[in-house]
């Protein structure tokens, strides 16, 4: 395995660390509308991660908004559409300064989280003016078909989407999770402005297919977890996670497989030292290096972490350490699936609590 500190010091040029003078991150397109070159995933909201106030949330998003970071990425199917409510609410007077991006397609039975999916045209109408009203607005910025339904031709989902695109609902269709074949036959019936997927130092299958088939299409590529729900960050490391955390279900943070992982990432801090960057920035900085096609979205409950990843979003990383780090975490290297094992449905009652 090499060694990521082989190289003489002279031979390596230190990390940009000069910051803009202005407040706001960087701009992207996603469909042709400018937006920040860092989103603002709001799983965390759901409590799953750790207990977030209401107070909190609502303050990491304003603090998103002043910053630049105008993609805010949901789900009708957090917290059961209570993430969708609280964004509406933390969007009162703003909305204009947001990209809004919410997934439709989940099925409940009860307050639960989703049981399966449903891509038919009908059910994707009424799921869509659901999220409208949870979020007090009258269009959706990017409207994603959370999962392509088995049951549904994928053409017939966006063709329903396309309707919706039409009467001016959503302004953009996206898809969550979908592969490079799914991808085409949707843009062969109405342009795809973003395919959302897992893309992190630690999960970077999409760069086999998906990602090619995005950039043949002019699709956006929205990477979802970039931090690798927190890992990348080093905030795991030596500690047990807490009763709830989704992570303690996930294969990467088993007892099995952390220890192969944690030491990838003690070797990628010797990298970050000789920058002077740490590991929570540099592993978000890399992603940001994939291209102006690709936008991260990692999510927080906290206006410290959001500020954070501001910083890191300034940052440009030189190419040996980009390249190092992907040498580093190759996906031979990395231990468990970045798939979590299934879990039962359970209620969602302690989400987004109002702060005490």
Not at 85 to 105: D, H, K, N, S
């Amino acid at each position: 395995m090499f060694d990521p500190l082989s190289r003489g010091r002279a031979q390596r040029p230190r990390m940009d660390t000069r910051m803009d003078t202005h407040r706001d991150v960087d701009t992207r397109a996603l469909g042709g509308t400018p937006v920040g070159a860092l989103g603002l995933g709001t799983l965390a909201f759901t409590g799953g991660y750790g207990a977030v106030g209401e107070a909190d949330a609502i303050a990491t998003v304003h603090a998103a908004l002043d910053h630049g970071v105008s993609v805010l990425d949901t789900a009708d199917f957090y917290g059961g559409g209570a993430v969708e409510e609280l964004l509406g609410r933390a969007l009162a007077g703003r909305r204009a300064e947001a990209f809004v991006a919410t997934r439709g397609g989940a099925v409940f039975s009860g307050p639960a989280r989703p049981t399966s999916f449903d891509g038919s045209p009908g059910y994707l109408r009424k799921a869509c003016d659901a999220s409208l009203a949870r979020l007090g607005t009258d269009h959706i910025d990017l409207y994603y078909l959370a999962r392509v339904d088995p049951a549904v031709p994928v053409e017939e989902s966006v063709g329903g989407l396309a309707e919706l695109v039409a009467e001016g609902k959503i302004r953009h269709i996206g898809l969550s999770e979908a592969g490079p074949d799914q991808l085409r036959r949707a843009a062969a019936v109405h342009p795809v402005a973003a395919l959302a997927t897992e893309y992190s130092l630690w999960s970077r299958d999409v760069e086999d297919t998906v990602l090619p088939a995005a950039r043949e299409l002019g699709t956006t590529l929205v990477a979802c977890s970039p931090l690798g729900r927190g890992f990348l960050t080093g905030a795991t490391a030596g500690r047990a996670l807490p009763e709830g955390d989704y992570r303690r279900n996930h294969p990467r943070f088993s007892d099995a497989n952390l220890p192969t992982n944690q030491a990838l990432l003690e070797r990628a801090g010797r990298i970050g030292d000789a920058l002077d960057v740490p590991l929570r920035q540099l592993a978000l900085a890399w992603v940001l290096s994939r291209g102006t096609d690709v936008l991260p979205i990692p999510g927080t409950r906290t206006t410290a972490h959001l500020l954070d990843n501001v910083t890191a979003a300034r940052r440009r990383l030189p190419g040996w350490a980009a390249d190092e780090l992907a040498e580093l975490f190759s996906p031979e290297a990395v231990a468990g699936s970045r798939i979590p094992a299934p879990r039962p449905a359970v209620a969602s009652a302690g989400t987004v609590k109002e702060a005490s």
